[in-house]
């Protein structure tokens, strides 16, 4: 497993020790055989907002942006299983939006830090939630994955 971290926040950087055990957790949990890379990048809102607005047409910041790499259940079949290095894709988190949005709910910015990096690697992984079934399946593998990092 390969983590490419990249921080502006300096006094978030031992995330990327937290975020590779997460990481560890998830491919385990799927059965995924590959030997995965992921690139995640601490950003601001300002950032996130440009990425937002030219890549989704969204005019406003969001908590995290994924683009996956592999894009087709066929290609996801193909390659999560079997050995070999696989790069997912890039992960985006807003650390300003992460701590707004642990305030809004209440729990602490780890826990939404942590949330948002396995929500981001879900969707690298192929998993969506533009359904009801999909969401469901795919919020429950989010709190087994936390609940078994302790988060």
């Known amino acids: 497993m390969e983590l490419d971290f990249n921080s502006k926040f300096k006094e978030y950087d031992h995330y990327e020790d937290i975020y590779f055990s997460l990481m560890g957790i998830t491919m385990k949990k799927l059965g995924i055989k590959c030997d995965p890379i992921v690139s995640v990048s601490f950003v601001d809102n300002r950032y996130i907002h440009r990425i937002n607005k030219k890549y ?55 826990r939404e830090l942590c949330f948002l990096f396995v929500h981001g690697l879900l969707h690298l992984l192929g998993y969506d939630h533009m359904n009801e079934r999909d969401e469901k399946v795919m919020f429950s593998l989010q709190e087994e994955i936390l609940k078994e990092k302790g988060v």
């Open 56 to 110: 989704r047409h969204i005019d406003r910041p969001t908590d995290v942006i994924s683009f996956a790499f592999l894009d087709d259940g066929h290609q996801y079949e193909k390659v999560l299983f079997h050995e070999g290095m696989v790069a997912l894709g890039d992960i985006y988190i807003s650390v300003e939006k992460a701590i707004e949005q642990a305030n809004e709910y209440g729990h602490s910015v780890n």
